[in-house]
């Protein structure tokens, strides 16, 4: 199996290689000056599988494009079998119409990962379980929430689970399990779908046990933070002690970081399914890695 990586999380890339005990497979990924890419693959992959990891935010649009690029480079090179790994799959949150005359955006993007030759897709934390229904190739859905549970058992406290919306109860309730049946609460989450704009409303359920020493707040993503920052003041209103944030994909668009940095969050955990620029991490912020969960999935079918 030879691993190969885009531009979009290469330490990730890396350390996922290293736990395979191999190292990342060159590549030759050229930008010309009006931005276009040349790819080309510079090993020999004949009847090789062969694996890509290009997680696709941000920038979406470049980042599944340079992955179209490096699939076909390898389906013309002769490659056995290609699995995408794409830690955070852009366009996800578009999986169906919402409002009349809308494009299903996820919908494009599986029908050209299967057209450009990809044979199995790796993602984590999809936003909806009904995701792989869309792809006409098999998508695994890998999830950090085990790694999370580790964390937060550590934290030793007693602490209760919050979804941020109910969107997010199934993925609570598994992570209750996980920790014993923790318990856990639901917001209450209104978003304004022409402004984006969120208001949350109350909390349902597990009544007053946010009040306990932690209340931890998970969610899939964090993008522009908003969801995040407006749950953590409500739950500072009612009374909570210590937030901490757990959440897999670190999207971080316009202000998030400074947001997060600045609000009363004690700590925001997230995973690397998305490389973080240095300019946008905060001392609040902690990484969790999942290149030992993408390893494990890869050694099964190998
Ligand atoms: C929404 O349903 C998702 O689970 C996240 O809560 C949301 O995408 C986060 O977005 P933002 O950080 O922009 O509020």
């Not at 689970?161 to 209750?176: A, C, E, F, N, Y």
Request: glycine residues 6%; contains cysteine; hydrophobic residues 40%.
């Amino acid at each position: 199996m030879k691993i190969f990586s885009g531009t979009s999380n290469k330490p990730l890339a890396e350390n996922l290689a290293k736990k395979l005990g191999t190292e990342l497979s060159p590549l030759e990924i050229h930008v010309f000056p009006d931005g276009e890419k040349r790819v080309r693959v510079l090993e020999k992959v004949v009847d090789e599988d062969c694996v890509v990891v290009q997680p696709t935010s941000p920038e979406p649009d470049k980042n599944y494009m340079e992955l179209f690029f490096i699939v076909d480079a390898l389906r013309r090179s002769g490659a056995s079998k290609i699995k995408a790994v794409i830690p955070y799959l852009g366009y996800q949150r578009q999986d169906h119409v919402f409002r009349v005359g809308e494009a299903v955006s996820l919908e494009v993007i599986a029908t050209l990962l299967k057209w450009g030759g990809v044979d199995e897709v790796i993602s984590f934390d999809l936003h909806s379980i009904k995701i792989p229904e869309i792809f006409k190739i098999k998508l695994i859905h890998l999830s950090a929430l085990p790694i999370f549970a580790e964390q937060i058992k550590k934290m030793g406290k007693e602490s209760v689970l919050i979804s941020p919306d109910m969107g997010g109860i199934r993925r609570i309730k598994i992570l209750s399990e996980m920790l014993n049946n923790m318990p856990y609460a639901v917001i209450e989450k209104n978003r304004d779908l022409a402004t984006g704009k969120i208001t949350m409303s109350g909390i349902r359920g597990e009544s007053a046990s946010w009040r306990k020493e932690n209340a931890v707040i998970v969610d899939d993503m964090i993008s522009t933070g908003s969801t995040i920052v407006t749950a953590a003041s409500l739950l500072k209103d009612k009374g909570a002690k210590n937030i901490y944030v757990f959440a897999a994909h670190a999207v971080f668009s316009e202000d998030a970081p400074k947001m997060l940095g600045d609000s009363s969050l004690r700590k925001v955990f997230v995973t690397d399914t998305i490389d973080i620029p240095k300019s946008k991490r905060f001392p609040k912020l902690k990484i969790l890695s999942v290149a030992e969960t993408i390893a494990k999935q890869l050694k099964k079918n190998s």
